[in-house]
T-cell receptor, first 116, second 111 residues
Framework: DGGITQSPKYLFRKEGQNVTLSCEQN?????MYWYRQDPGQGLRLIYY???????QKGDIAEGYSVSREKKESFPLTVTSAQKNPTAFYLC???????????????FGPGTRLLVL | GEDVEQSLFLSVREGDSSVINCTYT??????LYWYKQEPGAGLQLLTY?????DMKQDQRLTVLLNKKDKHLSLRIADTQTGDSAIYFC???????????FGSGTRLLVRP
């Protein structure tokens, strides 16, 4: 089956700890995205990557970091600098990430991050 | 600026039609999307419409676009309890790599 997987489903973070959320896709998509969803709000873009070894900040990148060493994988690290990390994190991918083209984004099932 | 707005909540009776509305501000929208999110899950693409179209129908779903008023709607015919979810509209704009999402409309279908 083709799709996007995210793990873990739930993640707990202690104060001062960095945690990494996994995102893998086997759709052969070039572009990948990380969004944050807070209750009652829409999705806000954290980081995106249009190609391997390249990524750009989105609207709320502070306190987060990413890497894109492989086409299939786009892990997100929530660092201790992110003071309010409790949220639902969604990973998405699209065929090429070209601006304004019909670039349907397909989403993974999400990871819920909670702070202890 | 970029802004997408939706009403927060809609309640309908099973078998009735549901209409979820969305307004956007950026006139350079190219595609507009409707996504569905069930509790604790990711977003599932329902349908999309190109900005030069007025209407698109896909089985029980009808999308209407009024580009002059920057208004998008999603009509679900014969709404079922399985349609209960949060529905997000989103736009892609010509100059940008990203989708702009509304805050979502929670649809509750009463038996």
């Amino acid at each position: 089956d083709g799709g996007i997987t995210q793990s873990p489903k739930y993640l707990f973070r202690k104060e001062g700890q960095n945690v990494t959320l996994s995102c893998e896709q086997n759709l052969n998509h070039d572009a990948m995205y990380w969004y944050r969803q807070d209750p009652g709000q829409g999705l806000r873009l954290i980081y995106y990557s249009q190609i391997v070894n390249d990524f750009q900040k989105g609207d709320i990148a502070e306190g987060y970091s990413v890497s894109r060493e492989k086409k299939e994988s786009f892990p997100l690290t929530v660092t201790s600098a992110q003071k309010n990390p409790t949220a639902f994190y969604l990973c998405a991918s699209s065929p090429s990430g070209l601006a304004g083209e019909k670039e349907t984004q397909y989403f993974g099932p999400g990871t819920r991050l909670l702070v202890l | 600026g970029e802004d997408v707005e939706q009403s927060l909540f809609l309640s309908v009776r099973e078998g009735d039609s549901s209409v979820i509305n969305c307004t956007y501000t950026d006139s350079s929208s190219t595609y507009l999307y409707w996504y569905k999110q069930e509790p604790g899950a990711g977003l599932q693409l329902l349908t999309y419409i190109f900005s030069n179209m007025d209407m698109k129908q896909d089985q029980r779903l009808t999308v209407l676009l009024n580009k002059k008023d920057k208004h998008l709607s999603l009509r679900i015919a014969d709404t079922q309890t399985g349609d209960s979810a949060i529905y997000f509209c989103a736009e892609s704009i010509r100059s940008s790599y990203k989708l702009i999402f509304g805050s979502g409309t929670r649809l509750l279908v009463r038996p």
